[in-house]
């Protein structure tokens, strides 16, 4: 156990955690140098594409006779609940910042929740090798926020190698050794797990107690599940059997569960017959955004359910419900932490599993209170009971902070308060840059919010979040008439002063979306009876006179005649019905 260091990466967007996680991989002789590629802890395709962490993604090194677990985790604000069950598998953390872009706000997000777990933090200034590096600024900004000397800070580059030893060599003096007694029974924390194709569950673990070897019978604490240990093993960073593991390892069990929800992230793994207190896990995490997924094709919702299900094994922060539409059929109301977890969790099950859907718009969840004393929570507009009944409405608040330089901070806060925020206080970090505090609705922030607040502040600024409570709101909801058929997909609830805005955006981004068609259709959003904005897309004209040559002027009259009558029968049959491209919900989710 004296030898053995568990520590993770922990940094902004794009501060380059996975490109170091490389260094000490090759540096370590782990990957041989044939299969070494650029982020190579970034297994997913839409990870490589996006150039975004999504998963934490563990890995066992061997440096100097020490064994080094490293977990590479995500910073993007959306996957923070990935980046807290790290911590809690680990005593030590890199905080690694950019010398160009110095502290951001998931900087300063993750340090907290490391500071929290009680972690020795090892500060990293990493892109040394960049032209616009500003190595002084960025280190005078690192000792006001940690109160560490300037000498304790390593300079290094994930891209050249730079200083890539000397971090591996502070985290073997620095991060303590695992604590735990050999002896007891087995307890280790699931602080992830996966479902593979060929191996079925497999959960990640962290050993506090004890050890466990392939062939033990297991039992986890809170679902109460027993199995047998069918494989046990370390990453390296694929799956290395190594047949058992002990105190203070972190490693890989394949636990031999049919179901998923066996096998719940933060449970505590032990031995069948041991009596022990369960490991404190994770706080159960709160979904914030809501949405209704549906597969496109009604009889792909079993392949829908299989799939949601593996990938919850996979994503913990994930919450879902069965929910039954008029318009849509079967499907599933899903929570999400943000509208980036919303996007990815799409683009999987369209890529994984090959699924066609179609996604309803985005809305957070509202308590309603009825004049009946109940209580209700709508995550979904038509939830909302009718308006006659409804005493009062309460939506949630988060408490947001925005980094930025101060040149920026007037469009900053027109902005912010356009949105009904509450401006709370100014820390400075140096004479350059600054953190705002402010409370805003979350249903504010839900939708372009990040993209708006990066183009006032030609990207420079960065945003983190974190709930706060729930407040009265002044909302109503707004149905969308296409066609003169209400569409329950496109229902949304919205602030009564801001109805008419967000109404008209709708009805002009479904104009720009429906293809024309032998009928004219009116586009319509209204509150109540009330039509608040209307559009109309005119009719598709086929040309029926194309035939004729010369001759009287009323055999032309007379075609075009009966063209409007059928025109009038096909809207009256309900023959007119129209069909809405999936595009048409992403364009209004943009907005």
């Known amino acids: 156990m004296q030898n053995i260091r568990n520590f993770c990466i922990i940094a902004h967007i794009d501060h380059g955690k996975s490109t170091l996680a490389d260094r000490m991989l090759e540096l370590t002789h782990t990957v041989e140098q044939r299969k070494m590629k650029a982020q190579l802890l970034d297994r997913m395709d839409i990870e490589r594409e996006r150039g975004i962490t999504i998963k934490l993604t563990p890995v066992a090194m061997e440096y100097k006779n020490y064994k080094l677990n490293l977990i590479d985790t995500p910073g993007h604000v959306d996957f923070t609940y990935e980046v807290s069950r790290s911590l809690a598998a680990v005593e030590g953390a890199v905080?690694?910042?950019?010398?160009?872009?110095?502290?951001?706000?998931?900087?300063?997000?993750?340090?907290?929740?490391?500071?929290?777990?009680?972690?020795?933090?090892?500060?990293v200034i990493n892109k040394i090798d960049l032209p616009a590096a500003d190595i002084e600024r960025v280190s005078q900004e690192i000792i006001k926020l940690l109160g560490c000397?300037?000498?304790?800070?390593?300079?290094?580059?994930?891209?050249?190698?730079?200083?890539?030893?000397?971090?591996?060599?502070?985290?073997?003096?620095?991060?303590?050794?695992?604590?735990?007694?050999?002896?007891?029974?087995?307890?280790?924390?699931?602080?992830?797990s996966n479902f593979d194709e060929y191996k079925g569950v497999v959960a990640y673990i962290r050993i506090f107690d004890g050890a466990l070897k392939a062939g033990d019978k297991i039992r986890l604490l809170a679902t109460g599940a027993e199995s047998e240990i069918l494989d046990i093993g370390n990453f390296k960073p694929d799956y290395h059997s190594t047949g058992k593991l002990e105190t203070g390892a972190i490693g890989y069990i394949v636990t031999g569960f049919k179901s998923v929800a066996e096998c719940r992230v933060g449970d505590t793994v032990t031995l069948q017959k041991a009596q022990v207190e369960s490991l404190k896990g994770y706080h159960e995490v709160k979904p914030m955004v809501f949405a209704g997924i549906f597969p496109r094709e009604g009889n792909d919702f079993g392949r829908l359910?299989?799939?949601?299900?593996?990938?919850?094994?996979?994503?913990?922060a994930l919450m879902y419900e069965a929910e039954q539409s008029q318009a849509l059929g079967l499907g599933f109301r899903c929570g999400f932490l943000g509208l980036l977890h919303l996007e990815i969790f799409q683009e999987r099950l369209r890529r994984e599993y090959n699924l066609e859907l179609i996604v309803t718009v985005p809305s957070v969840a509202y308590q309603v209170y009825t004049k009946g004393g109940e209580i209700i929570v709508a995550r979904s507009p038509h939830m909302l009971p009718d308006p006659s009944k409804i005493e009062q409405i309460e939506e949630p608040w988060v408490k947001l902070d925005i980094v930025t330089p101060k040149n920026y901070i007037g469009p900053i806060m027109t902005l912010v308060q356009e949105r009904k925020a509450i401006y709370q206080t100014t820390e400075y970090l140096d004479s350059e840059r600054l953190v705002?505090?402010?409370?805003?609705?979350?249903?504010?922030?839900?939708?372009?919010?990040?993209?708006?607040?990066?183009?006032?502040?030609?990207?420079?600024?960065?945003?983190n979040y974190e709930y706060l409570d729930y407040r009265k709101a002044d909302v109503v909801k707004m149905d969308i008439l296409v066609a003169e058929e209400a569409v329950e997909a496109l229902s949304v609830i919205v602030y009564r002063d801001e109805a008419y805005r967000r109404g008209?955006?709708?009805?002009?981004?479904?104009?720009?979306?429906?293809?024309?068609?032998?009928?004219?259709?009116?586009?319509?959003?209204?509150?109540?009876?009330?039509?608040?904005?209307?559009?109309?897309?005119?009719?598709?004209?086929?040309d029926v006179t194309a035939k004729l040559y010369g001759g009287d002027v009323t055999r032309k009259r007379k075609?075009?005649?009966?063209?409007?009558?059928?025109?009038?029968?096909?809207?009256?049959?309900?023959?007119?019905?129209?069909?809405?491209?999936?595009?048409?919900?992403?364009?209004?989710?943009?907005?």
């Open 504 to 542: 008209k955006e709708i009805v002009e981004a479904l104009k720009e979306s429906i293809p024309k068609q032998m009928f004219v259709i009116k586009l319509q959003a209204a509150i109540g009876g009330a039509i608040i904005a209307s559009e109309r897309i005119s009719a598709l004209r086929k």
């Open 149 to 192: 000397a300037k000498e304790d800070i390593i300079h290094a580059s994930g891209k050249t190698g730079a200083g890539v030893e000397r971090i591996l060599q502070e985290v073997v003096d620095r991060v303590p050794p695992p604590r735990g007694d050999q002896a007891k029974p087995a307890r280790a924390l699931i602080f992830d």
């Open 559 to 591: 075609l075009l005649e009966k063209q409007k009558k059928g025109k009038k029968k096909m809207m009256a049959s309900g023959k007119g019905s129209v069909d809405i491209p999936s595009d048409a919900f992403v364009k209004i989710l943009k907005q």
């Open 436 to 463: 705002l505090h402010y409370e805003i609705p979350m249903a504010a922030i839900l939708t372009n919010f990040y993209d708006r607040i990066k183009s006032v502040s030609s990207g420079y600024a960065s945003i």
């Open 95 to 123: 905080l690694l910042v950019d010398a160009t872009q110095g502290i951001q706000a998931q900087t300063l997000a993750n340090l907290y929740l490391a500071i929290e777990q009680d972690l020795t933090i090892i500060p």
């Open 305 to 316: 359910r299989d799939a949601v299900d593996k990938l919850k094994l996979n994503d913990s």
